[in-house]
């Protein structure tokens, strides 16, 4: 096969109606165009180091009425004497209820030119997945299945019936994808269940809709780059294969084999684009708030255009092996083309997230500040996938109360104007970056005290002139007022925590005046020289 990504910039493209001529559900099948044969790319590719047959269904338990899903796949990875391993998803979605199982297995049947996988698990019985065939002729049924497996809470064993053709995903079922892999892939966006599942001891007959996605090549989800993935379908019968895959920069570049949606519209047009906003409205943690994944999510194209909220339904859909990622259905509302849709899915979550680390800028701990520089600060861990809001507040009584001054600010940094704030006292700043729904937040503090000044330091209205010294300071530290206002005049000695850690009055001298540091620990603080006007000195001590 000849390995070209015909992607050319994610364009969005439409499949021709002649490009279909030939009736889809029949073997052997191929569209023209694509690098993928059927039914030989339903089977094993032993020359790919990876390669996983992965379904997830919702269907309806018609004796009890309650709505299930479930999520099987097999992947091949030989690893540690194992073939590779299975992962069954079992859920009461009425309930509530999930399990997740993920066992290593071998393959005793893996054909080559079709879908025949028979695996055993340990200490379990033999699993299937399998073509059907005409009881008569012994023939394949094309895109047509058996699907058998059994874990320690449930059971399913079902028929499978493909009702649209396949979606080349990528548009042409090969594609390069996050750095430097590539993956053979398609999707199979709509196929009938029906038959039996068990949960937790208790079965009865199930019919309902499945959606099928094949992989292979080198991209490996256990030790590649994180993504988010999604299937959607639409009450008006689109079906959507959706990707942001994430750098380990924590980006999502705007380049299609980082964001990537592949979409079947009916049997005659389906798109591939990458141009398309996918922004995201809620998070998650587990209950061990170990791990936080996204939850609620908008995404949006001008072309076609769509407008949709997608929502996970369960808090806790999450699988431990072989590492901690999310699995679960997905509700999804909004506008399609300027037609109201609705639609389920289903959510793959790799991608974790974390609160965001934060630090000032200005003012700081080391260069002198003034009101006409902005209060600014640097996000450490920038992520994609956490674009984040501001809070920023001021305090003027030793951070006993702070006072908003700016919200929702999208800009590490705000310009504030002191009007109406004492010139003579001390101020604190309090920033909170926070997710927009307020799940991932992180607060910080400024850890010294600043004062209102302008102009090259000058405090308002006017500053006193005074000359401190030593700087840094042992046992005693001295001040000396150049142009004293009145005759008395009050020192204050501050820690960066804004605690008062001594206080002196003096009568004014001519001479340099000392002030006792006897049981002042080294450090950093603000000596606060009053005398009608106030001036601020940082200070350090060293012993």
Known sequence: MIRLLTLSIFACFFFQPDAFQQSWKTYPYHEANSELFFPDDEGWHPGEPIEWWYTNARVTGSVTGKEYSFMLTYFYFPVLGFDGFRILNLSNETDDIFYDETLPCFYTVLAEDHLEIEAVTPGGGPEKWTTLTDPVSGDWLPFQYHLQSTGQHGAIDLQLNTLKRPLMVGGTGYLNQGFDNYTYYYSQTSVEVSGMLTFDGFSEPVSGIAWIDRQWGDFNPNTGEDYEWFSLQLSNGTDINLWNIFTLQNEIPDTSTYRYMSAYVNDTTAFTLSDFSLERLGYNWMPDNQVCYSSRWRLTAGNPAMDLIISTLHDDHEVDLPFRFYEGTTHIEGTFDGQTV??????????????????????????????????????????????????????????????????????????????????????????????????????????????????????????????????????????????????????????????????????????PQALSLAGIPSGIYILEIQNGRSKWEKVVVLK
Not at 354 to 374: G, K, M, R, Y
């Open 342 to 511: 609705s639609g389920n899915g289903f959510a793959e979550l790799l991608r974790h997230y974390q609160h965001p680390e934060i630090a000032f800028l200005t003012p700081n701990d080391t260069d002198p500040w003034d009101v006409s520089i902005p209060v600014s600060w640097q996000l450490l861990d920038p992520d994609d996938g956490r674009p984040l809001l501001y809070d920023l507040e001021v305090s003027d009584d030793q951070k006993q109360t702070f006072s908003m001054i700016a919200q929702n600010l999208e800009a590490p940094e705000f310009l504030w104007d002191p009007a109406g704030f004492s010139p003579d006292s001390l101020y604190w700043f309090r920033l909170t970056g926070r997710s927009i729904d307020g799940t991932l937040k992180t607060t910080l503090e400024t850890t010294t005290p600043q004062m209102i000044v302008s102009d090259a330091g000058e405090a308002l209205p006017e500053t006193l002139s005074v000359e401190v010294f030593p700087n840094p300071a042992g046992e005693t530290i001295y001040f000396h007022i150049k142009n004293p206002v009145k005759e008395l005049l009050q020192i204050n000695l501050f820690n960066t925590h804004g605690m008062k850690k001594k206080t002196a009055v003096y009568e004014h001298a001519h001479a």
